[in-house]
């Protein structure tokens, strides 16, 4: 397990190195991929271990997903607080001070390991969401590094590339580490070298420089939040993203409490099943910018709503591992293409000024339906069964199909427009 720690970390820096030679990208670009993949490591530990933890603790079985939950939780409430420190003291100041949360609720979810505190978990699992809530505003201070929007696309890619890194480094720290120190129930160790990896993330980000993005946008009149989000194009962008993490939180949450606790399915299994699951997640952001330039960003929406749809025959089918596998594959694959979907688009709808309180708002309706998605997973799991959750899905499934089928529309008449006023019979 070690050795694959060791693997997972030699892959990073040789891509870190590789990418750097072949995209000629600012520097903020690359310190962020390689800073991101090890911060972003705490997420899978808690989806992998909080559940199981939080029932070996003896918690409600109603609320043995509450550790997910809160963290997204605290996304969602540190998500506005998160953009404005950000606007007013800039991404690096901003940055450290999410990472020092991130750091000091590893040490406390280390200190309720050892003493077994359902409570403690659950404060820390708080502190890694408002966290996260920080690490979630990388991909808009990577967007302002670059000069050209077209390259959106491609540097979101690239952060959400490094979340591969996360995928395997989160779920092997906590299996690795199990029992490097004496607890009731194991994962103190994991935690605490959760904890080493937010310094090594601190350490690096010394070389951030926040981004000039005066030379990107006129700033413009600043519109209040009222009118932008009336704006076709922001209603489109935040449902993609939103429904699309919502739902992809739903099943993941619910995926190792039905597969270890209820299935009795291994921990080997399940950890191979979240992996690929977050592997998935982020591997497709090897080719979604070339998929974008050749299908657009409307057609990559439809997609991941297809795959969507895909996974909920799949999950209906069966509850073996390999049933389980295939629908978080696809459940990863998809979120990818909705989420980048989402944010790329999210830029069109507002002016240079008005982008922090607009992505403070973005990031709060996701995060907020994220955490309600992963706080009702648990009580539908042990309540309905898994196949009451995944059937609860569809009607989210079928929105996502409309929302798409509006951007189709909206597409069709923007370009209906531009080629009416190129057309010479329309002079």
């Known amino acids: 397990m070690l050795s694959n720690i060791i693997i997972t970390l030699s892959f990073l820096l040789l891509s870190y190195f590789t990418l750097q030679r072949l995209l000629k990208l600012p520097k903020n670009v690359w310190l962020l991929f390689l800073v991101q993949a090890l911060v972003m490591s705490a997420?899978?530990?808690?989806?992998?271990?909080?559940?199981?933890?939080?029932?070996?603790?003896?918690?409600?079985?109603?609320?043995?997903?509450?550790?997910?939950?809160?963290?997204?939780?605290?996304?969602?409430?540190?998500?506005?607080?998160?953009?404005?420190?950000?606007?007013?003291?800039?991404?690096?100041?901003?940055?450290?001070?999410?990472?020092?949360?991130?750091?000091?609720?590893?040490?406390?979810?280390?200190?309720?390991?050892?003493?077994?505190?359902?409570?403690?978990?659950?404060?820390?699992?708080?502190?890694f969401g408002v966290c996260t809530a920080f690490i979630q505003q990388l991909r808009f201070g990577a967007i302002e590094s670059v000069s050209d929007s077209k390259d959106t696309p491609t540097v979101l890619s690239i952060l959400m590339l490094s979340g591969i890194f996360s995928a395997f480094l989160g779920p092997e720290i906590a299996v690795l580490a199990k029992d490097w120190l004496a607890s009731p129930h194991g994962y103190a160790g994991s935690f605490l070298l959760l904890a080493v990896l937010f310094i090594i993330a601190m350490i690096l980000m010394r070389g951030f420089r926040n981004p000039d993005i005066h030379h990107q946008h006129q700033p413009g009149e600043v519109r209040p939040l009222s009118t932008i989000i009336k704006q076709p194009i922001f209603i489109i962008a935040l449902l993609a993203a939103a429904i699309g993490f919502a739902l992809m939180s739903y099943l993941m949450t619910a995926t190792p409490l039905s597969m270890h606790k209820i299935q009795g399915h291994s921990l080997h299994d399940t950890k191979w099943v979240i992996q690929s699951h977050i592997a998935a997640m982020f591997i497709p952001s090897l080719f979604t910018a070339l998929l974008v330039k050749y299908i657009g960003l409307k057609n990559l929406m439809l997609l991941g709503t297809v795959i969507y749809a895909l996974v909920i025959m799949i999950a209906m089918s069966g509850e073996q591992v390999m049933h389980y596998w295939w629908a978080l594959i696809l459940l990863g694959i998809g979120w990818n293409f909705l989420f980048l979907t989402g944010t790329s688009l999210l830029p069109q709808s507002y002016r240079s000024s008005e982008r922090h309180k607009v992505q403070a708002l973005n990031d709060f309706?996701?995060?907020?339906?994220?955490?309600?998605?992963?706080?009702?997973?648990?009580?539908?799991?042990?309540?309905?069964?898994?196949?009451?959750?995944?059937?609860t899905s569809l009607p989210f499934v079928v929105i996502l199909f409309l929302v798409s089928w509006a951007y189709l529309k909206k597409e069709q008449v923007s370009k209906h427009k531009r080629s009416s006023k190129l057309s010479p019979d329309a002079r």
């Open 365 to 391: 309706v996701i995060f907020a339906l994220q955490a309600t998605a992963s706080l009702m997973a648990g009580w539908i799991l042990f309540n309905s069964g898994w196949h009451g959750v995944v059937l």
């Open 43 to 127: 997420s899978p530990v808690i989806v992998f271990i909080g559940g199981i933890l939080a029932t070996s603790m003896g918690a409600d079985p109603a609320l043995v997903t509450l550790p997910v939950t809160v963290m997204i939780l605290g996304v969602a409430c540190a998500a506005i607080p998160a953009a404005m420190l950000a606007k007013h003291k800039g991404r690096r100041f901003a940055t450290f001070t999410g990472f020092s949360l991130g750091f000091i609720g590893a040490l406390i979810a280390s200190l309720a390991a050892l003493i077994a505190s359902f409570e403690l978990l659950v404060c820390a699992s708080l502190l």
